[in-house]
């Protein structure tokens, strides 16, 4: 049973939108505190507290967990952040971490596995193409969808990332919804 709830679960625990929680949360009427990345939390306690007071029921069964894990790879940590937020405070309550190199993202493929990764290229130690094709040719992440993001590469550049096994290429910057309806089609939950 978890005590801590993100905006997406207590959503699905009172049974309305991502969006209302938010605005309950900063109404004031449930209490809330933010991670040190900004990303919002309710302890099941308050939560469970408010929702007696509105009358709301409390469901009995608990949430299977079966979140999408997604790992963010971008050496701007005000990049990492805006994307990290927004898919955790996302309709489908993804599992969201990030990596700041190459060697960091090594890891936390081979660790984390994520459904999928979204990645900047053009990070000081990482080649893209050759991110994308490791990933691919591993038996084990072979089906971890890639989005690569850049602010510098053309039209050819992206047919040759495709070509190593990315999924979708986009220039940069990108709009936070159009890269979350990506994602979500990427992951087939669209």
């Given amino acids: 049973m978890d005590d801590t709830f993100t905006v997406f679960k207590a959503s699905k625990h009172c049974k309305v ?3 209302t929680i ?4 900063e109404a004031g009427h449930i209490n809330a505190y933010k991670t040190v990345g900004g990303h919002r939390r309710i302890k099941r306690t308050d939560l469970e507290e408010f929702m007696k007071k509105q009358g709301i029921p ?3 069964e608990e949430m299977k967990d079966e979140r999408k894990r997604i790992l963010v790879v971008d050496d701007d940590p005000i990049i990492v952040e805006t994307i990290v ?3 955790e405070e996302d309709e489908y309550d993804y599992d969201v ?5 190459g060697f960091e993202a090594g890891l936390q493929v081979n660790h984390f ?3 999928l990764m979204i990645l900047d290229i053009m990070m ?3 080649k893209g193409n050759e991110v994308c094709r490791k990933v691919k040719s591993n038996e084990l992440t072979r089906d971890t969808k890639i989005v690569v993001l850049s602010a510098y590469l053309d039209e050819e550049k992206f047919k040759e990332m495709k070509a190593h096994g990315a999924d979708v290429c986009f220039s940069k910057p990108l709009p936070l919804p159009q890269l979350k309806e990506e994602v979500a089609r990427l ?3 669209k």
Avoid: F, G, K, V
């Fill in 17 to 19: 939108s991502s969006r």
């Fill in 22 to 25: 938010i605005n309950w949360i």
């Fill in 58 to 60: 409390i469901p009995i």
């Fill in 85 to 87: 937020q927004a898919l």
């Fill in 97 to 101: 971490i990030s990596a700041s190199d």
């Fill in 113 to 115: 596995h994520p459904h």
């Fill in 124 to 126: 000081p130690d990482i």
């Fill in 187 to 189: 992951l087939e939950l």
